[in-house]
Structures are given as structure tokens and as C-alpha cells.
């Protein structure tokens, strides 16, 4: 019986001292077509136009840039977000993007690795660009100040974005299941279905497009 809406988040499922709840996000690897033995079908062909709209768009973002765009590794955050996403959109599936250990496993090493990366190789346009052009020379402590709290929390702001918003959808869909009899509530949990279904899409997007924007700059 659920004690409050908030089990539905509950980790702590266990068998012999391992949290199985958290297995649940490797069954994502399932829901990948393998290219090598299925035969062309349109869940494969869907997958494909998407993994070429996200490479276009990565794409965009360096092609002013002298650098190696790394869309393949973008690529890959996103369809573990948004395969993880979906999952967590099935009847007694655990939603392990709903949880901030999930969020920031991904972010936080994306993040170190490019700033360790700005430092190592490119240290001077790196402490320029705490300072905006045209600042005058009296804000300049204020702007390195704001830019450094900028970049420290730039994971935790994609973490709490990506949480945030599917704790958010969840909630509701278990508060509408109360009175799932009423004809009206059918048809509303039907609409927010497919609603969540697009903030499922929307999230692993953004998420990843802004990481390659951290990357860029």
C-alpha cells in the first residue's frame, strides 16, 4: 500500500543487499534496435532520423568553430535520458531519472571533464571569458564572481531541470489515478500521457544541448 505519493520514488527495494530498483535503467539497452540482425522497421528507421536530427544539431553549433565537434558523445546522452525517460513512463517501472543521483552522474562528469579540459589546454581564453567584453574595469571583480557561480553550478541546474520536471509529471499522473473510474479522469490521464511523453523528449534534449553549449564555450 502506498503510505504517500512520494513511494513511488522509493529506491530502497532490495535483495541480498543490492538496490534492484536501480537495474531498471539498464533495461533501456533493450528498447536499442541493433543494426547488425532486425530487419529494417520503422522503430529502427525512427531511431535513425532521430540520431540525425541530434547529430545535425550539434553540428550547428561548431561548425564556426575550429574544433572536432563530439556529437557522438552527446548523441549517446541523449538516448540514455530519453530511452530512460520513457521507460519510466511504464506501469511498476521505476523512474530513475526522477532522482537527483541519476541526474548528476551524468552531469557532473561532463562538466569536470570539459572544465579540466579548458584548463589544461586553453587556460588563458578560458579566465578571459570571465570577464565579458566592454565590462568597465570597476564591475570586473563583480563579473568574475557571477561568471565563476555561473560555471559551478551549471550541473546542478541540468540536474535539477531534468528531475525537477519529471518528478513534476509523475506526481500528477499518481494524483489522477485516484479516480481513474470518472470518465473525465480517463481522458485527462490519456492527455497527460502524451504529454509527458513529449517533456520525456524535450528533457533529453535540452539536457544534452546544453552540455555541448557548456562544451562550446
Known sequence: MMMNLFNIFDPSTMIFYLQINWISTSLSILLIPNLMWIMPNRFKLLKIKTLMFMNNEILMLYKNKNIKSPS???????????????????????SSTSHMNFSLTLAIP?????????????????????????????????????????????????????????????L???????????????FMQMFLMMFEMCVAMIQSYVFSILSSLYAKE
Do not use: C, D
Open 172 to 186: 500528477l499522473m499518481t494524483l489522477l489515478n485516484f479516480n481513474s473510474l470518472m470518465l473525465i479522469i480517463i
Open 110 to 170: 561532463f562538466w569536470m571533464f570539459f572544465i579540466m579540459m579548458s584548463i589544461f589546454k586553453n587556460l588563458n581564453n578560458m579566465i578571459a571569458h570571465l570577464i565579458p567584453m566592454n565590462t568597465p574595469m570597476m564591475l570586473a571583480p563583480f563579473m568574475v564572481m557571477i561568471e565563476t557561480t555561473s560555471i559551478l553550478i551549471r550541473p546542478l541546474s541540468l540536474a535539477i531541470r531534468l528531475t525537477a520536471n519529471l518528478i513534476a509529471g509523475h
Open 72 to 94: 557522438f558523445m552527446f548523441i549517446n546522452l541523449f538516448m540514455i535520458i530519453l530511452l530512460n525517460n520513457l521507460l519510466s513512463l511504464f506501469p511498476y517501472i521505476f
